[in-house]
């Protein structure tokens, strides 16, 4: 046996199965949050990272204080996404800032990206807060989210496939409701620097 081990990136530069340490290590290095565990066999390897790290990874929960929060809009939903794999199976949700309670979760998802999670969560937000009659503002610590939002369009690199159809319909429904609805809600980008991890964060980054 030659003792050699394969590398599971689920969150760093470039998420994917490596052969070689060197490789792993230039995808964690310097990448806050970074997500790995190195295996046996390919094939253990291939596995995990087709799932959830946190199959594999013990995650201590967190309570997520926000720091600093006399410059956070309590009255305010927050909305995240997670991702396990890129593209691969996500989620997303939405949290009253001011207490913490899940407003709405969404997912998993088969084949689909972090980015479109975030898109699709700042728009299931503002959809609901209409119904609600309500304007009260959203964060989003995704800026490409927030910028699709305001051009109405997900532009995501990621290529159809029977795997994602309904992902893709989601995105449809998501750029035809803000081409026919207006909102008022300010869309706030979360600063994760100061503040922390945002209250919608699913502690997987």
Known sequence: ???????????????????????????????????????????????????????YIGIKKKTNPIRNSSAVILHSLAVDAACSGNPGKMEYRGVYVETGKEIFHFGPLEEA???IGEFLALVHGLALLKKQNSSIPIYSDSANAILWVKNKKCKTKLNPCEANESVFDLIDRAEKWLNENTYSNP?????????????ADFGRK
Request: net charge negative.
């Open 113 to 115: 990206t972090n980015n």
């Open 1 to 55: 046996m030659s003792g050699k081990k394969w590398y599971v990136v689920w969150k760093g530069l470039e998420p994917g199965v490596y052969s070689t340490w060197v490789e792993c290590k230039q995808q964690i290095d310097g990448f806050e949050g970074a997500r790995y565990k190195s295996f046996e066999t390919q094939t253990q390897a291939v596995e995990a990272y087709r799932s959830d790290f946190g199959n």
């Open 187 to 199: 869309i706030l980008k979360w600063d994760t620097q100061t503040w922390g991890e945002i209250p």
